[in-house]
T-cell receptor
Framework: NAGVTQTPKFRVLKTGQSMTLLCAQD?????MYWYRQDPGMGLRLIHY???????AKGEVPDGYNVSRLKKQNFLLGLESAAPSQTSVYFC?????????????FGDGTRLSIL | TQLLEQSPQFLSIQEGENLTVYCNSS?????LQWYRQEPGEGPVLLVT?????EVKKLKRLTFQFGDARKDSSLHITAAQPGDTGLYLC????????????FGGGTRVLVKP
């Protein structure tokens, strides 16, 4: 069972470069999320999606864009990377927005911006 | 200032000792989840508590939701090295669409 798969696992960028992080889930989940994790800060929500073709801003959306063209995929884009975006990025999905539903996480993408 | 404050931030204990991790907020949550995260992996759900005063047990782990649904605790009895990891609490607020807000995490190290 693949669950939530994130690619790439590691990436180093130079300031000003762009890139796209891919998240794919095979659980037919409606909801998908992108978080960033920084030391001592826990996980902070960047953007999320409540279904195919929809996206919404989370707590820290500036500098990021997302797209959900297919139900199983959720893409996170950095148009012009900045050193402050150095972080570990996690994608998650859930079946429903019911607060009892668990979120299933990928193993993360470690991104360094030089 | 984080909506959910976890304490302590780091805990180092010997195998066999007990430990408690706290998760506090001034906000009322519709539910609260606890996750454990190991190095190089994503968080994995341990438990969800939804009722004020609720207590749930998962082997040697005991989770409690405060009566007012503003706080929670995780108690581990007779900790083992396999309990080492980052413990995260996450609260959902119904008025905010039940999106999860995570605490800063407690890093637990259990030494053999």
């Amino acid at each position: 069972n693949a669950g939530v798969t994130q690619t790439p696992k590691f990436r180093v960028l130079k300031t000003g470069q762009s890139m796209t992080l891919l998240c794919a889930q095979d659980m037919n989940h409606e909801y998908m999320y992108w978080y960033r994790q920084d030391p001592g800060m826990g996980l902070r929500l960047i953007h999320y999606s409540v279904g195919e073709g929809t996206t919404a801003k989370g707590e820290v959306p500036d500098g990021y864009n997302v797209s959900r063209l297919k139900k199983q995929n959720f893409l996170l884009g950095l148009e012009s990377a900045a050193p402050s975006q150095t972080s570990v990025y996690f994608c998650a999905s859930s079946f429903h927005r019911d607060s009892n539903q668990p979120q299933h996480f990928g193993d993360g993408t470690r991104l360094s911006i030089l | 200032t984080q909506l959910l404050e976890q304490s302590p931030q780091f805990l180092s204990i010997q195998e066999g000792e007990n430990l408690t991790v706290y998760c506090n907020s001034s906000s009322v949550f519709s539910s609260l989840q606890w996750y454990r995260q190991e190095p190089g992996e994503g968080p994995v759900l341990l438990v969800t508590v939804v009722t004020g005063g609720e207590v749930k047990k998962l082997k040697r782990l005991t989770f409690q939701f405060g009566d007012a649904r503003k706080d929670s605790s995780l108690h581990i009895t007779a900790a083992q090295p396999g309990d080492t990891g980052l413990y995260l609490c996450a609260g959902a607020i119904r008025a905010a669409g039940n999106k999860l807000t995570f605490g800063g995490g407690t890093r637990v190290l259990v030494k053999p």
